[in-house]
């Protein structure tokens, strides 16, 4: 169900964004609100307290963010408070933001290698990524685990690339473990 909500604000926060020419300045503003949803436990606390009535809710949303954000993304965030979905704000701005990355074709990578790869190596990833993928831009996300020994793995979305030499042992592993003596 909580998919679902953040699908169907997030599509409509993405529609509007799309439809006033505004989704960078709206990914920008969904991004520095979804820093503040994560520093600010009062105000999420407050927002999610069951004994507060929502037309307070607004208010308090109007208090803190009116003239800080967009009139588009102030009565979103009102139509949000109003229809009861505030603990999906999270979701919604993830969603948002995913939603926005796929739009301008920008990817997501995670690296995993055994030793810290040189920025040279890492440009060259990079390129490569971009050179055999549809994606224009990369977020790349660098991290080492000696267990893979040498070589890497890259994951953007649910595709995994595995070149590790662990896994390369494990196959072989697995080959020499299926194969019947005679």
């Known amino acids: 169900m909580a998919k679902l909500v953040s699908k169907v604000y997030g599509d409509a926060l993405f529609e509007a964004a799309q439809d006033m020419g505004s989704i960078d300045a709206t990914y920008e503003e969904v ?34 963010f009116d003239g ?30 995913d939603k926005v990355k796929e739009y301008k074709k920008i990817g997501t990578a995670y690296v995993t290698s055994a030793v810290e790869l040189s920025e040279t190596q890492k440009s060259q990833v990079k390129e490569r990524l971009l050179a055999t993928t549809v994606y224009k831009e990369f977020e790349m996300n660098y991290t080492v685990d000696e267990s893979l020994i040498g070589g890497m ?30």
Not at 157 to 167: E, F, L, Q, Y
Request: charged share 20%.
């Open 31 to 64: 991004l520095a609100l979804q820093s503040i949803w994560q520093e600010q436990s009062d105000l999420v606390q407050l927002l999610n307290h069951p004994q507060i009535v929502k037309e307070e809710k607004i208010q308090v949303i109007k208090n803190i």
């Open 68 to 97: 800080k954000v967009s009139d588009g993304v102030m009565g979103f965030l009102a139509t949000i408070v109003d229809k009861g979905r505030q603990q999906s704000i999270p979701d919604i701005f993830v969603y948002f933001i």
């Open 153 to 182: 793995v890259i994951r953007i979305g649910d595709r995994v690339v595995d070149s590790s030499i662990k896994t390369q042992l494990y196959e072989l592993k697995k080959s020499l473990l299926n194969v019947q003596m005679v």
